[in-house]
């Protein structure tokens, strides 16, 4: 380069080198310390320095294997964490984790019962297909030790839902069961395409709020439709004309019509059965140090009970509806592809599988990154992708439902004291002990305690709610609150499907909405000094604007996504100095003469962003504006020079402290001065 870029890259290994504190626009080094040319990698812009202290350099060793068997043994372990934790695996982990099985399947085994046969409509040893098989794979694929994988009331009812709407609106005989199975087995292969594609950080996307509205949606959907079984309606429900693809709102304006025709046994029974689980949830909340307690059966003892008195009493006699000829089977179910529907009907499953997919794979990563950080080990969200994907497409090959994650179930896992994926290895072992020798016993099981499992499992998924809302309503996040609403009223009032698609695309907007705006801020001087600057909403009392300058720190990378607003934001920052100011109003800065972009936070930019910058810096060239670019990095300097920017800018306009672009605009301005004069 020639000497004028020398003024303001005039050595640049030393400045590529440099950092700039983002508070001050002086070089600083350490005390006693003098800077070393020896750079870690082209890229690295993090100065190493030759110290005084006694601390020795660490060192980096290299054991990856060079052999194949070694490396591909390697991979192995990686790719099946079973691999790992097995052979390590001691005896004095085990009790833990029979004990956390088997309270696990205690209420895992009655839930897979319940979805079954009231969400999805479908025999119940299917529903324990939903548990054994995928918590089998889970335990070989996933790496979360104390997660609970199997069948969730949510999404069960999305099964459910989207049988009830091919029935309705096609009046076409569809077999529950073949697609049950058909859309568990695309919900594998999305969620497995999903880890596969390294699309993990999709998890961030769902906002909080859209969650949380869609799941209270969901909870009290299932609310309502649970409680015509709870009074024993059903019956009169048919000749009232619901059915399985009516609203939330017809269900809850028959059951306020029709309550003083509720059959007192079945009445009396769900109350019983409600009022038993609730109140062990609340003693086990107010008592979550008391282990013996927290492993107390309730599901369990009260699923016994009832079909020993219904059997002894034959209240099935008297009008209490039992599971009766939904428990026949033949056995384990055997690996089987699902049969097909017609093309018109194959697109509705596969929207209802992607949709699946999308939220249960959302929870499940919350659920493995939070037990990880609790007990101190790693996860990686796209190999919980390929596990739960592979747990699926398995499930759907044996007729089983779509299993992910369960918040409650994991906390149950994890209090019982499972320490590793043994514990959901063990209970899809019972799960599938009971499809062999149990299910002849639940032929007397009352369809109302079912269902009252079901209530209790999806009151409990409102108890975050009012935290939530008492959080938005602390720091006035009204954008959150209308989210939540949004999502909550489509759910209850449209439909699920339509809640489900709602709070996917919503999120998949605001991703968006907030990529494509590129984050950039106006710089002043700090009052009282001369080569410090800071953004001035920072504190716009005491940094200033300085006279026919605009300084623009960019703040991130550019690239194609963000660059688009970049001039519109540019034009609005130039007339308001703040992008809070509404356009409407009156512009409150001049027109500058110079521009000076810092892009020392931009660490690279692609072609579509160098474009762009070429037009902006041409308009301003075209008002007579001077541009300045600050502490320009090495691999946006590249870009710069391929496409002409940094010629049309002008090698002599590159510096590497913002003083030293204002330094250059004072002399600019003082040549102008003296020309005019003369």
Request: net charge negative.
């Amino acid at each position: 380069m020639n000497k004028s870029i020398d003024r303001g890259f005039s050595n640049q290994s030393s400045a590529r080198s440099f950092r700039m504190d983002e508070d001050t626009d002086e070089e600083t080094l350490p005390q006693n310390a003098s800077e070393t040319r020896v750079l870690l990698h082209n890229d690295d812009l993090i100065p190493r320095y030759m110290t005084a202290s006694p601390l020795p350099s660490a060192y980096i060793s290299d054991n990856t294997p060079r052999d194949f068997w070694t490396l591909f043994k390697m991979r192995t372990k990686y790719y099946l964490p079973i691999l790992q934790w097995l052979p390590q695996y001691s005896l004095q982990f085990f009790f833990g984790d029979f004990l956390a099985a088997m309270t696990l399947s205690c209420l895992l085994i009655p839930q897979g019962l319940s979805y079954a046969t009231q969400l999805c409509k479908i025999p119940a040893v299917y529903g324990l297909s939903g548990i054994a098989f995928p918590a089998i794979t889970y335990a070989i694929f996933g790496m979360s030790r104390q997660m609970s994988v199997g069948p969730e009331a949510p999404l069960a009812l999305l099964i459910g839902s989207s049988i009830a709407q091919q029935q309705h609106l096609h009046s076409t005989d569809v077999d529950p069961l073949a697609w049950c199975a058909l859309t568990t087995l695309f919900v594998g292969l999305f969620t497995l395409l999903l880890g596969i594609f390294r699309l993990g950080f999709l998890d961030s996307l769902m906002s909080r709020a859209l969650l949380r509205g869609f799941i209270t949606g969901v909870a009290l959907v299932v609310m309502v439709q649970q409680s015509i079984t709870l009074l024993g309606l059903v019956d009169r429900s048919i000749d009232y004309g619901l059915n399985e693809a009516s609203s939330s709102i017809d269900r809850l304006v028959f059951v306020i019509q029709n309550v003083h025709y509720a059959d007192p046994l079945s009445s009396c029974v769900s109350a019983i059965s409600v009022f038993v689980l609730l109140t062990m949830r609340v003693i086990k909340a107010k008592m979550p140090n008391q282990r013996w307690i927290q492993l107390f059966p309730e599901v369990l003892i009260v699923v016994i009970t009832s079909i020993v008195l219904t059997d002894y009493f034959d209240w099935d006699q008297v009008g209490l509806d039992i599971l009766g000829d939904a428990t026949d089977t033949s056995g384990i179910p055997l690996p089987k592809l699902p049969t097909f529907p017609e093309n018109k009907h194959l697109k509705d499953m596969l929207v209802t599988a992607a949709m699946i997919a999308v939220i249960g794979f959302v929870e499940s990563v919350a659920i493995a990154k939070t037990y990880s950080s609790r007990h101190n080990y790693t996860v990686s969200p796209n190999r919980e992708l390929v596990a739960l994907g592979v747990a699926n497409i398995v499930s759907g090959i044996c007729e089983g439902i779509p299993a992910f994650g369960s918040i409650s179930r994991s906390k149950i896992n994890d209090k019982a004291g499972a320490r590793t994926q043994m514990a959901g290895l063990l209970a899809g072992l019972i799960a599938l002990f009971a499809i062999i020798f149990f299910m002849p016993f639940f032929y007397y099981l009352p369809k109302a305690v079912l269902s009252s499992i079901i209530f209790i499992a999806v009151l409990f998924l409102l108890s975050e709610l009012p935290e939530d809302l008492h959080f938005i309503f602390k720091i006035g996040a009204w954008r959150d609150l209308g989210l939540l609403l949004v999502t909550f009223l489509a759910t209850m009032i449209i439909s699920l499907e339509f809640g489900t698609l709602i709070a996917v695309t919503l999120s998949l907007l605001i991703t968006i909405r907030e990529t494509s705006y590129p984050r950039i801020s106006i710089m002043g001087r700090v009052k009282g000094t001369n080569n410090k600057f800071k953004p001035i909403h920072d504190d716009p009392n005491e940094i200033e604007h300085l006279e026919d300058v605009l300084i623009v720190r960019v703040e991130e990378p550019l690239f194609f996504a963000n660059t688009g607003q970049l001039k519109d934001r540019l034009r609005r920052l130039e007339q308001f100095g703040d992008m809070s100011i509404h356009p409407s109003e009156t512009p409150r800065l001049s027109d500058s003469s110079y521009i000076i972009f810092d892009v020392g936070s931009m660490p690279y930019i692609d072609a579509s962003a160098v474009q762009i910058l070429l037009e902006i810096v041409s308009a301003y060239h075209s008002r007579n504006v001077v541009v300045y670019f600050v502490k320009v990095r090495e691999r946006a300097l590249k870009l710069f020079e391929g496409s002409g920017l940094l010629q049309l800018v002008g090698e002599s306009h590159l510096y590497r402290k913002v003083s030293d672009a204002i330094e250059a605009v004072e002399k600019d301005r003082a040549r102008k001065y003296t020309i005019g004069i003369n």
